[in-house]
């Protein structure tokens, strides 16, 4: 309620505040160099960006070891020039090239500009089309999950703001205040730390821009969700050294399942100031709040003479739990860093975070029920309330020497996080009524719980010291040496465990032609541990960490005109987290072994058509003592995902902007047994984007169509649990520019 009177506060203060000449300079921008208009260049890739280019801007480096983008953060920056910091223009259908700086030469993609406006649902939305990436519970979830390069992200420890405060997420990551969204795949995601091997999604948050910022939002879909946003950025003082940047939202939420109508609150602050020329500051706070109706979950059923008997897809929008259902969950982010350049080569910087997070929820599912009928359905409902804290401190010195002939870029740093968990209260209830999963009755809420447990605080901390180096051997070749201790100690329900990591890492990056990389990278590292699903025996229990490496060599091109590509082969090896089949207890079994490739093409034909391609081939398996898992492929890992959009800019209405695309998966086991398998899937996908100028502000409007042809399909199998596809849907955007 708190967010939603500022908001409206807010508009109201502003509209009046805008006058016709305050909008001369942003008119005066709208000629490109080429002579073309904003509402020629602009729209094409807000549209694109929703449904294809997202996975097509990608690049060969990743992010500093353990730290936040050092050249976004630059641009950023109090005093940056006004074009620097901008989110309005990106080029979503190109390949960045080069190396961030002490980066490790991997994949990395971004999703920036129209592409973040368009995902109002948060990270996962935005992040759906780019290689690789595949959804691991049921679409519309409040904690939409995701798997990278066949690995799901970590919650607690593959979330990162700026590169640095994991966030301890509990439901899925806003992006109202983000700049940019960074997907850094493989090892990038273990210079980071105690992360897992798949891949880091780093939020870089927004700043104000020397340009005064003054935008609303509005949004509606045919679920009856609507939305409502505002993004304003001012500067201040005599030379514009501080900034406030200011975002706020509300939403009505539908996700489609009928009787699930909720709510949700964002709002964030993000600050900069040059103290100094030498001395700057930056801060960010944000809290967003989401409250709503858990759809039940269908269980898997037993086995019979060794197969699993799948069903059919379940109506996805017939509610199978009640709505007396309920979540709710909010969570506090706050970060402060300072950066000092000692002198022309060489600064520091430090900084530090807390990410606060609290959750109640229902987690309602359905069990042995008749396979063909859907009648006869077990229902249970598993009650809990959680709080996760994570702690995160930071300090590095970074400096740029010559020795002999070789320039370096050296990084030294320490860092020491902390991630607690709290599960005071947890119960498990199971209904008198049985549950219809193809013609569902009304469940009355369950009785109060006889009986109920608490875990004891369970808490990983960990200290890093690390060192890398960027050595430019010649022009064209530049060579990665790193290596980082970390000293990880656990108190797992009363478990205690430590344990010391050493790990080396290398790179390379060569320039074989004008526009053409090769790259390669490994590095080992320590990744947290799986968290015990809620149907288990021993449920929300932390796993101990456990050690990953990762091999990656690629290339990367824009040699030819118009036409940017970057494909690599991958190898990692993790520890393997499964339920038994026996005892129904989740624990590390063994490890998995991927090795896969991956592609991402993007392709400007001319002024109006691109083409956007991502696509990944994985194969992945199980090595185990169990011969139950022993050369098994893992459960929920398509063997081959992709998908391909084609976007028009029309040239007889300027500013329209056409695009239409397909995403395919092919099917997956549903079991670590490997004992049934879902089938694949082809969705369609179509938008429209249309930017303008309506008296004298420049709006946009974008008209999304997911699903169009109505496909009902599993989406996802996953810890015992079928993830729900969702039938189609149409999402209005409509954004002022003020």
Same mark, same amino acid.
């Given at each position: 309620?708190?967010?939603?009177?500022?908001?409206?506060?807010?508009?109201?203060?502003?509209?009046?505040?805008?006058?016709?000449?305050?909008?001369?300079?942003?008119?005066?921008?709208?000629?490109?160099?080429?002579?073309?208009?904003?509402?020629?260049?602009?729209?094409?890739?807000?549209?694109?960006?929703?449904?294809?280019?997202?996975?097509?801007?990608?690049?060969?480096?990743? /992010?500093?070891?353990?730290?936040?983008?050092?050249?976004?953060?630059?641009?950023?920056?109090?005093?940056?020039?006004?074009?620097?910091?901008?989110?309005?223009?990106?080029?979503?259908?190109?390949?960045?090239?080069?190396?961030?700086?002490?980066?490790?030469?991997?994949?990395?993609?971004?999703?920036?500009?129209?592409?973040?406006?368009?995902?109002?649902?948060?990270?996962?939305?935005?992040?759906?089309?780019?290689?690789?990436?595949?959804?691991?519970?049921?679409?519309?979830?409040?904690?939409?999950?995701?798997?990278?390069?066949?690995?799901?992200?970590?919650?607690?420890?593959?979330?990162?703001?700026?590169?640095?405060?994991?966030?301890?997420?509990?439901?899925?990551?806003?992006?109202?205040?983000?700049?940019?969204?960074?997907?850094?795949?493989?090892?990038?995601?273990?210079?980071?730390?105690?992360?897992?091997?798949?891949?880091?999604?780093?939020?870089?948050?927004?700043? /104000?821009?020397?340009?005064?910022?003054?935008?609303?939002?509005?949004?509606?879909?045919?679920?009856?969700?609507?939305?409502?946003?505002?993004?304003?950025?001012?500067?201040?003082?005599?030379?514009?050294?501080?900034?406030?940047?200011?975002?706020?939202?509300?939403?009505?939420?539908?996700?489609?399942?009928?009787?699930?109508?909720?709510?949700?609150?964002?709002?964030?602050?993000?600050?900069?100031?040059?103290?100094?020329?030498?001395?700057?500051?930056?801060?960010?706070?944000?809290?967003?709040?989401?409250?709503?109706?858990?759809?039940?979950?269908?269980?898997?059923?037993?086995?019979?003479?060794?197969?699993?008997?799948?069903?059919?897809?379940?109506?996805?929008?017939?509610?199978?739990?009640?709505?007396?259902?309920?979540?709710?969950?909010?969570?506090?982010?706050?970060?402060?860093?300072?950066?000092?350049?000692?002198?022309?080569?060489?600064?520091?910087?430090?900084?530090?975070?807390?990410?606060?997070?609290?959750?109640?929820?229902?987690?309602?599912?359905?069990?042995?029920?008749?396979?063909?009928?859907?009648?006869?359905?077990?229902?249970?409902?598993?009650?809990?309330?959680?709080?996760?804290?994570?702690?995160?401190?930071?300090?590095?010195?970074?400096?740029?020497?010559?020795?002999?002939?070789?320039?370096?870029?050296?990084?030294?740093?320490?860092?020491?996080?902390?991630?607690?968990?709290?599960?005071?209260?947890?119960?498990?209830?199971?209904?008198?009524?049985?549950?219809?999963?193809?013609?569902?009755?009304?469940?009355?809420?369950?009785?109060?719980?006889?009986?109920?447990?608490?875990? /004891?605080?369970?808490?990983?901390?960990?200290?890093?010291?690390?060192?890398?180096?960027?050595?430019?051997?010649?022009?064209?070749?530049?060579?990665?040496?790193?290596?980082?201790?970390?000293?990880?100690?656990?108190?797992?329900?009363?478990?205690?465990?430590?344990?010391?990591?050493?790990?080396?890492?290398?790179?390379?990056?060569?320039?074989?032609?004008?526009?053409?990389?090769?790259?390669?990278?490994?590095?080992?590292?320590?990744?947290?541990?799986?968290?015990?699903?809620?149907?288990?025996?021993?449920?929300?229990?932390?796993?101990?960490?456990?050690?990953?490496?990762?091999?990656?060599?690629?290339?990367?091109?824009?040699?030819?005109?118009?036409?940017?590509?970057?494909?690599?082969?991958?190898?990692?090896?993790?520890?393997?987290?499964?339920?038994?089949?026996?005892?129904?207890?989740?624990?590390?079994?063994?490890?998995?072994?991927?090795?896969?490739?991956?592609?991402?093409?993007?392709?400007?034909?001319?002024?109006?058509?691109?083409?956007?391609?991502?696509?990944?081939?994985?194969?992945?398996?199980?090595?185990?003592?169990?011969?139950?898992?022993?050369?098994?492929?893992?459960?929920?890992?398509?063997?081959?995902?992709?998908?391909?959009?084609?976007?028009?800019?029309?040239?007889?209405?300027?500013?329209?902007?056409?695009?239409?695309?397909?995403?395919?998966?092919?099917?997956?086991?549903?079991?670590?047994?490997?004992?049934?398998?879902?089938?694949?899937?082809?969705?369609?996908?179509?938008?429209?984007?249309?930017?303008?100028?309506?008296?004298?502000?420049?709006?946009?409007?974008?008209?999304?169509?997911?699903?169009?042809?109505?496909?009902?399909?599993?989406?996802?199998?996953?810890?015992?649990?079928?993830?729900?596809?969702?039938?189609?849907?149409?999402?209005?955007?409509?954004?002022?520019?003020?």
């Amino acid at each position: 309620m708190k967010v939603r009177f500022c908001l409206a506060a807010a508009v109201a203060a502003i509209y009046p505040a805008l006058a016709p000449a305050a909008l001369a300079d942003d008119a005066a921008q709208s000629q490109r160099s080429d002579g073309t208009s904003v509402a020629q260049q602009v729209a094409p890739d807000a549209s694109a960006a929703d449904q294809g280019s997202t996975a097509s801007k990608s690049n060969v480096d990743g /992010a500093q070891p353990g730290t936040s983008q050092p050249p976004q953060l630059a641009s950023t920056a109090p005093g940056a020039p006004p074009d620097a910091a901008s989110t309005e223009t990106p080029d979503q259908n190109k390949l960045d090239r080069g190396t961030t700086k002490q980066s490790l030469p991997v994949s990395k993609e971004v999703v920036s500009g129209a592409a973040l406006q368009n995902a109002q649902d948060g990270y996962s939305d935005a992040v759906k089309n780019q290689a690789g990436v595949a959804p691991s519970s049921s679409k519309g979830s409040p904690s939409d999950t995701i798997s990278i390069r066949g690995i799901n992200l970590n919650p607690v420890s593959n979330y990162r703001i700026n590169g640095g405060l994991a966030v301890a997420g509990v439901m899925t990551v806003p992006t109202e205040d983000k700049e940019k969204l960074e997907t850094l795949k493989g090892a990038n995601a273990l210079m980071f730390g105690v992360a897992s091997p798949a891949g880091i999604i780093n939020l870089v948050t927004k700043r /104000a821009t020397a340009a005064d910022i003054n935008n609303f939002s509005l949004s509606t879909s045919s679920f009856g969700q609507y939305y409502s946003a505002i993004d304003i950025g001012r500067r201040f003082g005599e030379d514009k050294s501080a900034g406030v940047r200011i975002n706020a939202a509300a939403s009505h939420l539908e996700n489609g399942v009928h009787y699930t109508g909720g709510t949700s609150e964002f709002a964030s602050i993000g600050t900069d100031w040059r103290m100094t020329d030498r001395l700057t500051f930056q801060g960010d706070f944000e809290y967003y709040k989401k409250d709503t109706v858990l759809q039940a979950t269908v269980s898997l059923l037993s086995p019979v003479n060794g197969e699993l008997p799948v069903p059919k897809v379940p109506e996805p929008r017939n509610l199978l739990s009640g709505t007396w259902a309920t979540y709710s969950g909010d969570t506090k982010n706050i970060q402060a860093r300072a950066d000092y350049v000692i002198t022309d080569n060489w600064k520091i910087m430090a900084e530090l975070g807390r990410s606060d997070s609290d959750r109640d929820r229902d987690v309602t599912r359905v069990g042995k029920y008749n396979p063909v009928t859907g009648a006869g359905g077990v229902v249970t409902v598993a009650e809990s309330d959680q709080s996760l804290i994570n702690t995160f401190v930071r300090a590095e010195l970074n400096g740029h020497f010559l020795t002999w002939l070789f320039r370096h870029d050296l990084t030294i740093g320490a860092a020491q996080s902390q991630r607690e968990t709290l599960t005071p209260f947890q119960a498990s209830v199971t209904l008198t009524q049985a549950q219809n999963i193809f013609d569902p009755i009304t469940l009355n809420p369950p009785p109060a719980p006889t009986t109920s447990t608490a875990l /004891a605080p369970q808490i990983s901390k960990d200290l890093g010291l690390y060192a890398y180096d960027t050595v430019g051997v010649t022009h064209d070749f530049k060579a990665l040496l790193g290596f980082r201790r970390t000293n990880a100690n656990e108190n797992l329900s009363g478990n205690q465990s430590s344990a010391i990591v050493n790990s080396p890492a290398g790179g390379f990056l060569w320039d074989v032609l004008p526009k053409t990389t090769i790259f390669g990278s490994y590095m080992k590292g320590l990744e947290d541990g799986a968290v015990a699903p809620v149907n288990a025996a021993n449920p929300n229990e932390v796993q101990p960490p456990g050690v990953s490496s990762q091999t990656e060599i690629g290339l990367k091109s824009t040699f030819i005109e118009g036409l940017s590509f970057s494909g690599s082969y991958f190898y990692i090896s993790r520890v393997n987290a499964v339920l038994d089949s026996v005892t129904n207890i989740f624990s590390n079994n063994g490890y998995i072994h991927f090795k896969g490739q991956e592609a991402v093409i993007a392709y400007d034909i001319n002024r109006q058509w691109t083409i956007n391609a991502a696509g990944q081939h994985l194969d992945a398996v199980q090595v185990s003592d169990d011969p139950k898992l022993d050369n098994f492929v893992p459960e929920n890992t398509p063997h081959f995902l992709g998908n391909i959009f084609v976007t028009h800019h029309t040239p007889f209405v300027p500013g329209l902007t056409l695009t239409a695309g397909a995403s395919y998966v092919t099917s997956r086991f549903v079991n670590p047994q490997d004992q049934g398998t879902i089938p694949g899937y082809l969705l369609l996908s179509c938008s429209s984007g249309y930017e303008t100028w309506f008296r004298g502000y420049r709006t946009s409007f974008q008209l999304l169509a997911d699903n169009i042809a109505n496909k009902r399909y599993w989406n996802s199998a996953q810890q015992g649990t079928y993830g729900t596809g969702m039938d189609r849907s149409v999402k209005l955007i409509m954004k002022v520019n003020m």
